[in-house]
């Protein structure tokens, strides 16, 4: 039973344009989202989070893009740069962050020059 | 920014050995750290929480006398894997949240292989 999916393993975009990652959860007791990067032999690094009371957080190139009633997350990268290039997770959680995670099973960027 | 370090990186042992597995937080203190496997092609599944100075929780279907977990101060947290056999072969990796509104840090991670 996943309750955070990301549906893409794999996306590829062009440098300068709009990656958009996708996260879908089930639990709607989750109050607490947050979107990870992970290069190879590399732990998670945090990139952006968002609270369920709230529907959009901006930080530089990355947005966060909450819709409560779908139960849908997305991350916005723009533009997009090969540096970039890595695999995103989307986690979710209870008491805002406090508590554990639940990850999806991460969808890997490549972007191209 | 935070740092999580997690020492060793890589361990290849026989079966039946244990295997000690170190998380820091090296400039914050850690008042919960986690500790997370993820299977091949398969998400970071919690394994068991551990707060400073008291018992670990653990998740359903985790043995606590097989991952035995240490929460000896604010900066370190040990996973000691008993008696490791091939099926526990697997990427482990540990995270830290301080107190405040922060995000979990994580540490690089341990590959471990049972032969």
């Known amino acids: 039973d996943q309750q955070v999916k990301q549906n893409s393993p794999s996306l590829s975009v062009q440098e300068g344009r709009i990656s958009i990652l996708n996260c879908d959860y089930t639990?709607?007791?989750?109050?607490?989202f947050l979107w990870y990067k992970k290069y190879p032999a590399e732990g998670p690094t945090f990139l952006i989070s968002?609270?369920?009371?709230?529907d959009k957080n901006e930080d530089g190139r990355f947005t966060v893009f909450l819709n409560k009633s779908a139960k849908h997350l997305s991350l916005h990268i723009v533009p997009s740069q090969p540096g970039d290039s890595a695999v995103y997770f989307c986690?979710?959680?209870?008491?805002?962050?406090?508590?554990?995670?639940?990850f999806g099973k991460g969808t890997k960027l490549t972007v191209n020059p | 920014g935070a740092v999580v370090s997690q020492h060793p990186s890589r361990v290849i042992c026989k079966s039946g050995t244990s295997v000690k597995i170190e998380c820091r937080s090296l400039?914050?203190?850690?008042?919960?750290m986690f500790w997370y496997r993820q299977f091949p092609k398969q998400s970071l599944m919690l394994m068991a929480t551990?707060?400073?100075?008291?018992?670990?929780?653990?998740e359903q279907g985790v043995e606590k006398d097989k991952f035995l977990i240490n929460h000896a101060s604010l900066t370190l947290s040990t996973l000691t894997v008993t008696s490791a056999h091939p099926e526990d072969s697997s990427f482990y990796i540990c995270?830290?949240?301080?107190?405040?509104?922060?995000?979990?840090?994580f540490g690089d991670g341990t590959r471990l292989s049972i032969l």
């Open positions: 639990n709607s007791m989750f109050d607490y």
């Open positions: 551990s707060n400073e100075g008291s018992k670990a929780t653990y």
């Open positions: 986690a979710a959680s209870f008491q805002g962050g406090s508590e554990k995670l639940v």
């Open positions: 968002i609270s369920s009371i709230k």
């Open positions: 995270s830290a949240i301080g107190g405040g509104n922060q995000p979990q840090h």
């Open positions: 400039d914050f203190q850690a008042t919960t």
